[in-house]
Structures are given as structure tokens and as C-alpha cells.
Antibody, heavy 117, light 111 residues
Framework: QVQLQQWGAGLLKPSETLSLTCAVY????????WTWVRQPPGKGLEWIGE???????KYNPSLKSRVTVSLDTSKNQFSLRLTSVTPADTAAYYC???????????WGQGTLVTVSA | NFMLTQPPSVSESPGKTVTISCTRS????????VQWYQQRPGSSPTTVIY?????PSGVPDRFSGSIDSSSNSASLTISGLKTEDEADFHC??????????FGGGTKLTVL
């Protein structure tokens, strides 16, 4: 059974760079796409972007200028970088596997990232 | 691009049936599959319906999904409501460029 475990810094100052990593345990890493989703406190889910096993990426147009998703196939890990964060980037960030027709399952446990001066 | 609109909240009594709608703002709801996720407080989302009406293994058949082209909406129906069903539910689809779109989420209260 596939499990995703994520980690990264939980408290950032404005203008800093958010960095999170997600490790995939069990199942195939190269047969799927991998994605990041965030959820501001009390609000809905927002798709951030995805990466294919080839390394090809696709990002939410609203975040594209600040986002980089990368992968390390040797470690079965993929990562998220979001530059120049502001308090509006405060959210729970989730990693997930992308199955056919953009079905996200399973999800990582989530990381709450707070941006505050 | 398009938006998915859900009611902010719904409530119903245990044992009853509730339906949560997800309306697509432009383009046909039938063009791209819709997924539904359940999210309990403090937890990650989990799938209850994928590809419009498919249930992952382990999800009870009290949960069902459908689409209605006349209202351009997808629906999640939960029958025989239990208090443990209380959660936020999110619909999700994707556009022709494969950009992912989520609805705003619906809080289900079982009282």
C-alpha cells in the first residue's frame, strides 16, 4: 500500500522560500504523476502543481511564477519550492499521487506552513 | 477555465439521505471526470468517489456519485447518514489543459 510522508519548515517570514519534500513508500514511483495541493485555514483546496516521472511539470497559472516542483527518483521523493512567500501563503500543504483522470489518492499527512513577520 | 460551486454547508439527521451539488460554471460537466473527497477535521482528504461515480475499495455503498447534464452539475449522495459522516466534502475536476479545479467545499453536519 502506497504511503506518502512529507516534511518541511512550518514557520517562515515574508519573502522567504517555502520548501517541502514528500517521500513515497511502496508501489511504483515512476508510473504516476505527483502533485501538491494547499488549503488556507478554514478555506477550500487549491491545486499548486504536478510533476511527471519524466520531470515535466505543470503549475497553477496563479502561482506559476513562484513555484517549482522537482523530483528525485533515486530516493522516491518529490519537492515543492514556493518563493517570496507572504501571509497569504499560510496554509496546510499536502502532497498526493495522481492517478488516471487527475484523481488524487493517497494524500500525505499535510504540513501547516505559517508565514508571519 | 471554469469554476466548481458547492453549497457552503448542508445538514441532515442520522439515517436520512443528503445530496451535495457541484456546479460547473462553463463547459459541460460531462467532459471531464469529477472526484469527491471527504476531509474530517485535522485530517487529509480521502477519496469517496472518483471518475464521476466510482467508489474506491473500502468506501461504503451509502456513498454514490452522479452527473446531471441538464443542471451541469455533479452530485454526491450519502444515504443512511451516520454521525461519522460529518466532514467537509470537496469536488474536483480538471480542464482541457489538465489544470485541476476544486470546488469551495461543503461542510456536512449530521445532527
Amino acid at each position: 500500500q502506497v504511503q506518502l510522508q512529507q516534511w518541511g519548515a512550518g514557520l517562515l517570514k515574508p519573502s522567504e522560500t517555502l520548501s517541502l519534500t514528500c517521500a513515497v513508500y511502496g508501489g511504483s514511483f515512476t508510473d504516476y504523476y505527483w502533485t501538491w495541493v494547499r488549503q488556507p485555514p478554514g478555506k477550500g483546496l487549491e491545486w499548486i502543481g504536478e510533476i511527471k516521472h519524466s520531470g515535466s511539470t505543470k503549475y497553477n497559472p496563479s502561482l506559476k511564477s513562484r513555484v517549482t516542483v522537482s523530483l528525485d527518483t533515486s530516493k522516491n521523493q518529490f519537492s515543492l519550492r514556493l518563493t517570496s512567500v507572504t501571509p497569504a501563503d499560510t496554509a496546510a500543504y499536502y502532497c498526493a499521487r495522481v492517478s488516471d483522470y487527475w484523481w488524487f489518492d493517497p494524500w500525505g499527512q499535510g504540513t501547516l506552513v505559517t508565514v508571519s513577520a | 477555465n471554469f469554476m466548481l460551486t458547492q453549497p457552503p454547508s448542508v445538514s441532515e439527521s442520522p439515517g436520512k439521505t443528503v445530496t451535495i451539488s457541484c456546479t460547473r460554471s462553463s463547459g459541460s460537466i460531462a467532459t471531464n471526470y469529477v472526484q469527491w473527497y471527504q476531509q474530517r477535521p485535522g485530517s487529509s482528504p480521502t477519496t469517496v468517489i472518483y471518475e464521476d461515480n466510482q467508489r474506491p475499495s473500502g468506501v461504503p455503498d451509502r456513498f454514490s456519485g452522479s452527473i446531471d447534464s441538464s443542471s451541469n452539475s455533479a452530485s454526491l449522495t450519502i444515504s443512511g447518514l451516520k454521525t461519522e459522516d460529518e466532514a467537509d466534502f470537496h469536488c474536483q475536476s480538471y480542464d482541457t489543459d489538465n489544470n485541476v479545479v476544486f470546488g469551495g467545499g461543503t461542510k456536512l453536519t449530521v445532527l
